[in-house]
């Protein structure tokens, strides 16, 4: 089976402006999750999809949303970009129903914003 | 928030010996899982040990976990140079809030 595959790898954008990533989960998975990583504060969690809803929400601002198409393939938006969002945006996915269980991660996106 | 603590923060040891890092946790956990993560590529999961289990064992991978003190550890025998990587203990919460919740991890250095 393909791996959690992300789109862009890289991604350069300036203050202001509004990015989208793509992630395609491992066939046959339908829960996706979104995770935020950047050195100071670790490993964040953004939010999780199952079939097409948002089941859960970390503590981030609405100027992240995120959806999930019928294919499980999930996309996650981020509006008027901060410096701060400068970070690399994983995603996973999971075959179980729920995202506490084990989790299968794509390589990232890396974002930078100037 | 951070739920899992990992200790020690940075590890270095010779290849051959064996590594322990050790994770702490706050809240209930439905399990609680190790992942590691090669220089900022995604991560990889490496064992997953429920809450009613207390040892584990993969490969040259053995986890621990202790649900009265809250704790895990992780112990990777006879290491090499390849396991150089961040390594994250992970709790998997259940309830309306369930979600996974990372450690900010470690950072081991196997040398040569």
């Known amino acids: 089976k393909a791996g959690v595959t992300q789109t862009p790898r890289y991604l350069i954008k300036t203050r202001g402006q509004q990015v989208t990533l793509s992630c395609s989960p491992i066939s046959g998975h339908r829960s996706v999750s979104w995770y935020q990583q950047t050195p100071g504060q670790g490993l964040q969690f953004l939010f999780e999809y199952f079939s097409e809803t948002q089941r859960n929400k970390g503590n981030f601002p609405g100027r992240f949303s995120g959806r999930q198409f019928s294919n499980s393939r999930s996309e996650m938006n981020v509006s008027t970009l901060e410096l701060g969002d400068s970070a690399l945006y994983l995603c996973?996915?999971?075959?179980?129903?729920?995202?506490?269980?084990?989790?299968?991660f794509g390589p990232g996106t890396r974002l930078t914003v100037l | 928030s951070q739920q899992g603590e990992e200790d020690p923060q940075a590890l270095s040891i010779q290849e051959g010996e064996n590594a322990t890092m050790n994770c702490s946790y706050k809240t209930s956990i439905n399990n609680l899982q190790w992942y590691r993560q090669n220089s900022g590529r995604g991560l990889v999961h490496l064992i997953l040990?429920?809450?009613?289990?207390r040892e584990k064992h993969s490969g040259r991978l053995r986890v621990t976990l202790d649900t009265s003190k809250k704790s895990s550890s992780l112990l990777i025998t006879a290491s090499r140079a390849a396991d150089t990587a961040s390594y994250f203990c992970?709790?998997?919460?259940?309830?309306?809030?369930?979600?996974?919740?990372f450690g900010k991890g470690i950072t081991l250095s196997v040398r040569p």
């Open positions: 992970a709790t998997g919460e259940t309830g309306a809030n369930s979600k996974l919740t």
């Open positions: 996973a996915s999971g075959g179980g129903a729920f995202s506490y269980n084990e989790q299968f």
């Open positions: 040990i429920r809450s009613n289990e």
